[in-house]
């Protein structure tokens, strides 16, 4: 009778106390995970105590409610932290590990030996511990079960209200600074990259304010302050203002998301030019009701997104007032400089601009006013005057947004200056207002002319080559029509016979299967002369997509072709049934390089075909995938030097970084045994793809040392990237097959030559390097050349006579 007393007793104790707690305090929770929750939550805090801390009777959990479900843990048995040190609390060892390279302090689930393991506390929960991607609470309890510390997030209010903004899988939230606890969500923000076991100590505490504070309806400028990140995160607002701008952000899954832009109504800004005197309203899926011109009283939390200050959709109220309110002036966007003062504010481009990037699917352009086409070979380089434009609306395939190319001119640009992907961009709201002096377009591109002791060889990302059937039931798997499927079969095939002359080789990535290259081969026959072989093997990539090679039958014989997948302790979640990895590990590759071996006019080569790792969530973030995607094709080289210092190798492919950056250069000299063949292009065409309106060179072709020594020459024809996405559909226009430019190079071919040694007489063959014979490139375009060129390259008039009347469509 006594123990159920006692226990009883214990669960009714208020869980809010009222002697003073120990100085122990949350400081970061990382609850949604790049990968399985269950392995690499973890929960981090600190002890702002002034001597060791015994912790064996402290618990943490997320139950916030004695007897119920969810889980509470206490610290093992004599279990201490000491003044100032921070420690981490995952799910378990092995997950954490996978994700950091280092171990926790302690763990939830048993999985590593070195890594003590929390004790459950059934008094309290009778569950696991499980954090809610959605909303959840985390509790730290004392020896008495009392709340030392706590915080809600998302949806959930239990500890906290208003709660912690959600964030993003990948992200944490965090107390900033450490040592700032006003037991609001204003102490909390998110974190693009988690920092466990770091703490930070710069910057002020948050000013908390009040209910009847906020009822003043200040300025939009004091709640963006002079700071990057909203003094009032987490915190309840209400302002007034005029929207003055839209934008309908659609998705890769479909789903439309809707964000308003208010800025203070004129004459009631703060008066302060560093800072802004607007803000976006985050809507969610909901259509908004307001619309540009209209006042409106806004209440919400404010959150911030990826950098951009906002007002979250969760229990938001918008009101409308007035309608045909006049809108503040845009003023001019400085070419550069901080623009976080303008931010969410009418902004305008004051001088006509050069399109840097032709606009793409999902209805954007970018722009300069300097002079120059924008190049960047390593991510350290600074390329500033960029101007990203986006339309205010995705939903009706870009409606009036105009298709412009690099090179074309506009002026009148202007509207509300949001924050994404790391820029700033201006959300166009009226495309009918701009000025656009097209660009002539430049001449088709010519492919070199090959003597008969040369051959050709090309790296062509063909950008989504999918058939009509979906596979794989993703959302992510392109799904085209039969027509948009024809379509792309013939522009692909456009390039690689009349832009490339019809290479020996060609590295393909980005297919589906294949079939869909053995269709583009049948289309080129009539062009080529002959039909391409086709060498491809399925890989676990989970869009489907493949690396594959096409070659010249009447040259080339294919000897063998695998896939040479391998191992690392980087949390890829990559699935591949073909590999067994050991302990802690996961396959490297997504698509594995495609090692071929093959003979072109008797003489042996090896190409490693490759797709590296993207950089779809984030540069930073993916960087070591691709590095150790590099080193292992290094691995694959050293080998067969190893075996034979003149071994003819040939590593090409979409590497999907600079060419100055580690993972490329980790495969060429002094770095690795590899020589870039593009070098040799001149600065201003040494490109093959646009990204947020900068040149760079991303697909790859690097050579042996013997091999190198064949180079004849190299050459990117720009005919896809400085072209729009919608020129793909138009089966008249040479340009926009692809999103990718297709490297090409010319090698000499080792010939046999007789010795004649003296008696008695022996013939040895011996393979030596022609030297590189010049390449005919044609000063003029005239209808005469193009026919000999047609008959020269290829030995087929058909194709110099529908290169002529290709060229002449505009």
């Keep these: 009778m006594f123990r159920f007393i006692t226990l009883l007793i214990l669960l009714i104790t208020p869980i809010w106390q009222t002697t003073p707690p120990p100085a122990l305090r949350l400081t970061e929770v990382f609850y949604d995970t790049p990968g399985d929750d269950a392995q690499e939550e973890w929960v981090e805090l600190v002890s702002w105590e002034t001597a060791v801390y015994d912790l064996s009777d402290i618990k943490l959990g997320d139950e916030e409610k004695a007897g119920g479900s969810e889980g509470m843990y206490r610290f093992p048995v004599g279990a201490t932290i000491d003044p100032g040190q921070v420690i981490v609390v995952a799910q378990t060892a092995v997950g954490y590990a996978n994700l950091t390279g280092t171990l926790p302090d302690y763990e939830f689930a048993e999985s590593h030996p070195d890594v003590p393991n929390m004790r459950r506390f059934p008094i309290w929960a009778s569950g696991d511990l499980a954090l809610g991607n959605g909303g959840d609470d985390v509790l730290l309890l004392d020896e008495r079960n009392q709340i030392i510390d706590a915080i809600s997030y998302g949806d959930s209010t239990a500890v906290l209200a208003p709660a912690i903004g959600s964030v993003l899988t990948g992200q944490s939230v965090e107390r900033i600074p450490a040592n700032c606890d006003s037991d609001t969500a204003a102490d909390w923000q998110p974190q693009t990259r988690p920092t466990p076991g770091q703490i930070t100590l710069d910057g002020a505490c948050a000013e908390v304010v009040t209910a009847a504070d906020l009822e003043t309806l200040p300025p939009i400028g004091t709640i963006q302050s002079r700071r990057d990140a909203s003094p009032l995160l987490n915190q309840i607002v209400t302002f007034r203002g005029v929207v003055t701008g839209l934008h309908a952000d659609?998705?890769?899954?479909?789903?439309?998301?809707?964000?308003?832009?208010?800025?203070?109504?004129?004459?009631?800004?703060?008066?302060?030019?560093?800072?802004?005197?607007?803000?976006?309203?985050?809507?969610?899926?909901?259509?908004?009701?307001?619309?540009?011109?209209?006042?409106?009283?806004?209440?919400?939390?404010?959150?911030?997104?990826?950098?951009?200050?906002?007002?979250?959709?969760?229990?938001?109220?918008?009101?409308?007032?007035?309608?045909?309110?006049?809108?503040?002036?845009?003023?001019?966007?400085?070419?550069?400089?901080?623009?976080?003062?303008?931010?969410?504010?009418?902004?305008?481009?004051?001088?006509?601009?050069?399109?840097?990037?032709?606009?793409?699917?999902?209805?954007?352009?970018?722009?300069?006013?300097?002079?120059?086409?924008?190049?960047?070979?390593?991510?350290?380089?600074?390329?500033?005057?960029?101007?990203?434009?986006?339309?205010?609306?995705?939903?009706?395939?870009?409606?009036?947004?105009?298709?412009?190319?690099?090179?074309?001119?506009?002026?009148?640009?202007?509207?509300?200056?949001?924050?994404?992907?790391?820029?700033?961009?201006?959300?166009?709201?009226?495309?009918?207002?701009?000025?656009?002096?097209?660009?002539?377009?430049?001449?088709?591109?010519?492919?070199?002319?090959?003597?008969?002791?040369?051959?050709?060889?090309?790296?062509?990302?063909?950008?989504?080559?999918?058939?009509?059937?979906?596979?794989?039931?993703?959302?992510?798997?392109?799904?085209?029509?039969?027509?948009?499927?024809?379509?792309?079969?013939?522009?692909?095939?456009?390039?690689?016979?009349?832009?490339?002359?019809?290479?020996?080789?060609?590295?393909?990535?980005?297919?589906?299967?294949?079939?869909?290259?053995?269709?583009?081969?049948?289309?080129?026959?009539?062009?080529?002369?002959?039909?391409?072989?086709?060498?491809?093997?399925?890989?676990?990539?989970?869009?489907?997509?493949?690396?594959?090679?096409?070659?010249?039958?009447?040259?080339?014989?294919?000897?063998?072709?695998?896939?040479?997948?391998?191992?690392?302790?980087?949390?890829?979640?990559?699935?591949?049934?073909?590999?067994?990895?050991?302990?802690?590990?996961q396959p490297l590759f997504s698509r594995p390089p495609l090692e071929v071996e093959v003979v072109v006019n008797g003489r042996s080569y090896t190409l490693f075909i490759n797709h590296f790792k993207s950089k779809r969530g984030g540069e930073a973030e993916t960087a070591p995938s691709r590095l150790a995607q590099a080193y292992h094709l290094n691995g694959l080289v050293n080998e067969r030097l190893a075996a034979d210092p003149t071994a003819r190798l040939i590593v090409l492919g979409d590497l999907n970084d600079y060419e100055g950056s580690p993972s490329t250069l980790a495969m060429q000299e002094p770095n690795g045994r590899l020589i870039n063949a593009l070098a040799l292009i001149p600065d201003e065409q040494r490109y093959s793809f646009i990204f947020g309106g900068v040149s760079q060179l991303i697909d790859a072709i690097l050579l042996s040392p013997a091999l190198a020594e064949e180079l004849v020459t190299a050459t990117i024809p720009h005919v896809n990237a400085d072209f729009p996405d919608s020129w793909a559909a138009d089966p008249d226009l040479l340009f926009r097959s692809a999103d990718h430019d297709p490297p090409l190079v010319v090698l000499a071919l080792p010939v046999a030559e007789e010795v004649i040694l003296p008696e008695p007489t022996v013939v040895v063959a011996v393979e030596t390097a022609v030297s590189p014979a010049p390449v005919v490139e044609p000063d003029g375009w005239d209808w005469w050349w193009v026919v000999v060129v047609g008959v020269v390259a290829f030995g087929v008039g058909g194709t110099a006579v529908y290169w002529w009347k290709k060229r002449a469509t505009p």
């Design 250 to 585: 659609r998705n890769a899954s479909g789903i439309t998301y809707y964000t308003l832009f208010v800025q203070d109504l004129p004459g009631t800004e703060d008066g302060d030019p560093a800072t802004s005197d607007a803000i976006a309203v985050f809507l969610g899926r909901q259509r908004p009701a307001a619309q540009v011109g209209d006042q409106v009283r806004v209440r919400g939390q404010i959150t911030e997104f990826f950098g951009l200050t906002e007002v979250d959709d969760n229990n938001i109220e918008v009101r409308v007032e007035a309608s045909d309110v006049p809108l503040p002036d845009p003023l001019p966007l400085p070419t550069a400089g901080d623009l976080e003062p303008l931010e969410g504010m009418r902004v305008r481009v004051a001088e006509t601009a050069v399109v840097v990037n032709p606009t793409y699917r999902s209805c954007g352009f970018a722009v300069r006013t300097a002079p120059g086409r924008p190049l960047r070979r390593q991510a350290s380089d600074v390329v500033g005057g960029i101007i990203p434009v986006l339309h205010h609306s995705e939903t009706d395939d870009c409606g009036d947004f105009p298709d412009v190319k690099t090179g074309d001119k506009i002026s009148g640009l202007a509207g509300p200056l949001t924050y994404n992907f790391d820029e700033f961009k201006i959300v166009l709201q009226q495309p009918d207002a701009l000025t656009i002096v097209p660009a002539p377009l430049p001449p088709l591109p010519v492919p070199p002319v090959l003597t008969e002791q040369q051959f050709s060889l090309a790296s062509f990302n063909m950008e989504n080559l999918f058939d009509t059937v979906d596979d794989t039931g993703n959302d992510a798997e392109p799904k085209p029509t039969a027509a948009q499927l024809a379509a792309k079969e013939g522009k692909i095939a456009q390039t690689i016979a009349l832009a490339l002359g019809c290479p020996t080789l060609i590295g393909v990535q980005e297919v589906e299967n294949e079939a869909l290259l053995a269709q583009v081969a049948a289309r080129l026959e009539p062009d080529c002369g002959f039909a391409y072989a086709v060498t491809h093997r399925e890989s676990a990539d989970g869009r489907g997509i493949d690396v594959a090679l096409l070659s010249d039958p009447r040259r080339v014989t294919v000897v063998s072709a695998a896939l040479r997948q391998g191992c690392t302790r980087i949390a890829t979640g990559i699935v591949d049934s073909s590999i067994t990895c050991g302990a802690g590990e």
